[in-house]
């Protein structure tokens, strides 16, 4: 065909011989196709849905896997928590004992501490007039001693006087001198 002989104006047509259009050419490969290659079709589907049907059957056991392992972790969830509110329990019980062991204890420490304060208080207020009555005997001795030693300056016969009276004051023992 060249391209002269071929009109502008020729448009679309159909070709009705069947030598040149090669449709028993056409019809016959596919024939051959269906009989021939109808078996590796039908071989080609089964395969694929025998393997549809294992990707089935694997989804529904691991489905069926996750669900047990669902219920096993829900069980074990109740059981945790159970624990727990056993756990926070005891753990209450437990801080409220202590807090009263304790509590008793501060209360045992504080009468104990209070006993120990006041006998510190008697020691020391008895330490106290004891310094008080010692500083007061000797102020009263250095007081009637000064009047003494006033007197006698004063009145030097009254001295021998006091010795006098001192002598006679104590007893009279025998005394035996050795030879």
């Not at 065909?1 to 596919?30: C, D, H, K, R, Y």
């Not at 006993?115 to 004891?130: G, Q």
């Not at 006698?152 to 006679?168: G, I, S």
Request: net charge neutral; with cysteine; glycine share 4%.
């Amino acid at each position: 065909m060249q391209l002269e002989n071929m009109s502008l104006a020729s448009g679309f047509g159909l070709n009705t011989n069947i030598i040149e259009t090669n449709l028993i050419n056409l019809s016959a490969v596919i024939t051959i196709l269906v009989y021939f290659g109808g078996g590796i079709v039908d071989s080609v589907l089964v395969q694929r849905r025998n393997a549809i049907v294992a990707s089935l059957e694997d989804a529904e056991r691991r489905y069926a896997d996750a669900l047990s392992c669902l219920e096993r972790a829900e069980e074990q969830l109740a059981e945790a928590n159970a624990l727990a509110v056993t756990v926070r329990s005891k753990g209450r019980a437990t801080a409220q004992e202590g807090a009263a062991q304790i509590l008793s204890l501060v209360v045992d420490d504080t009468a104990r501490l209070e006993m120990n304060k006041k006998t510190l208080v008697r020691s020391e207020e008895a330490k106290v007039v004891s310094q008080v009555c010692l500083q007061a005997v000797t102020l009263a001795m250095r007081l009637a001693e000064k009047r003494v030693i006033q007197r006698l300056r004063e009145n030097p016969t009254a001295h021998d006087k006091l010795v006098d009276q001192a002598m006679l004051s104590f007893p009279l023992q025998k005394t035996t001198v050795p030879v």
